[in-house]
Structures are given as C-alpha cells and as structure tokens.
C-alpha cells in the first residue's frame, strides 16, 4: 500500500517561529509537491521538486522554502511564520511515468 | 490558474447518477484529463483519467467530449460516501509536471 506520510496532523506554531513540515513517501517517486488549501481557494501550489536538490516555485512560494536532500523526503520550510499561513498543508508525489498523485493526509498549522 | 472550469457546487439524491462537468477548452492535443476527490478531513485521491476515449473503473465513469473541450465526471448511483470535493484537472500524465488544482465541486447528496 503507498504512503504519503506528513509529520504532523495538527500544529500550533507562535508568529516569527521557524517551523518545518516533513512529507516522506514511500513509493520511489520522483516529484514531489506542497500544496496550500484554504476555504474557498482550493489547493494552490506552493513549491514542487522532480528531482533530489531541484525545486521549482509554484503558484505562491512567497514566504516558503524547501529542501529535498533525498528523494523520499521533502520539506517544507516556513522562515518566520506569520497568522496569514495559518493552513492546512498537503503534501503529494507522482512518477515520471504516471502523474496520479498520492497525497498525504494533511497538517492543519495554526500560526497564533 | 488550473486551466479548467468546474460548478462551484452540485446536489443530487442519493442512489441517482450524478454527472459532473468540466470545460477545459485550451487543452492541447497531449493533456489528460485527470479527476480527484477529496472527502472530509483526507488528503484528495485519484479517481479516473482519460486522453480520448470515455473511460470506465470501478469508482466512475469519465466521458469526453470528442473536441475534448468538455468532459463528465459520471458517479453511476451516488452514496452518501460520495460527498466530496471534485477536482478536473489536465496533465500531460508524464514527465515533471507541474500539477495545478483549482477549487473543484462541492458534491452534496441528500440522503
């Protein structure tokens, strides 16, 4: 059975704290994502990565970093966290070969 | 910008089909037609995609237009398990592709 893991379900993090959401999958897939979603916007992309240390800004990467430094593990890194990124993040990968994607079940981060 | 045009929201009753609409009328002649769900509280999962032809699985239906600008998501008898967000999105289902979501359709069904 394939596995998108998110490190955290739920996480409450403090204004300007550096926070980081862990995504590890299982499945030898090459491209990973992190997603946004917030009621009303649907998921926005945040940043994705095809490959071991590449990266490729999505659709709002304002605000964000990430690190691939395996392929099975791709993180997404908040500087200084502000109240506006108070969200639910989704982490997902696909193959080369076969872009259904595989999603984690989320982190709802609080920012307060 | 998800390149496709889906209602914000649908009901239907519960044990009747339910077809799903979706415009993609800038698809190139490459792009796939992918669909997803997403139920409450998980993370979206794939349902069904197709490039020409309609397609059948255990889970639904997916009918394409033949200028492919338009496609139908077909849930045969809708359960009260089939309340979820849907999402058509289109991909070149291979390579390193930027995969962009929009914000779907809100299916409600009444019991």
């Known amino acids: 059975d394939v596995k998108v893991t998110q490190s955290s379900r739920y996480l409450v993090k403090r204004t300007g704290e550096k926070v980081f959401l862990e995504c590890v999958q299982d499945m030898d897939h090459e491209n990973m994502f992190w997603y946004r979603q917030d009621p009303g916007l649907g998921l926005r992309l945040i940043y994705f990565?095809?490959?071991?240390?590449?990266?490729e800004k999505g659709d709002i990467p304002e605000g964000y970093s990430v690190s691939r430094e395996k392929k099975e593990r791709f993180s997404l890194i908040l500087e200084s966290a502000s109240t506006n990124q108070t969200s639910m993040y989704l982490c997902?990968?696909?193959?080369?070969?076969?872009?259904?994607?595989?999603f984690g079940q989320g982190t709802r981060l609080t920012v307060v | 910008d998800a390149k496709t045009t889906q209602p914000n929201s649908m009901e239907s009753n519960e044990e009747e089909p339910v077809h799903l609409p979706c415009n993609h009328s800038t698809i190139s002649g490459t792009d796939y037609i992918h669909w997803y769900r997403q139920l409450p509280s998980q993370g979206p999962e794939y349902v069904i995609h197709g490039l020409t032809s309609n397609v059948n699985n255990r889970m639904a239906s997916l009918a394409i237009a033949e200028d492919r600008k338009s496609s139908t998501l077909i849930l045969h008898r809708a359960t009260l398990r089939d309340a979820a967000v849907y999402y058509c999105i289109r991909d070149t289902n291979f390579g390193n592709e930027k995969l962009t979501f929009g914000t779907g359709t809100r299916l409600t069904i009444i019991p």
């Open positions: 997902a990968t696909t193959s080369y070969m076969n872009t259904e994607a595989f």
């Open positions: 990565s095809y490959d071991v240390k590449m990266k």
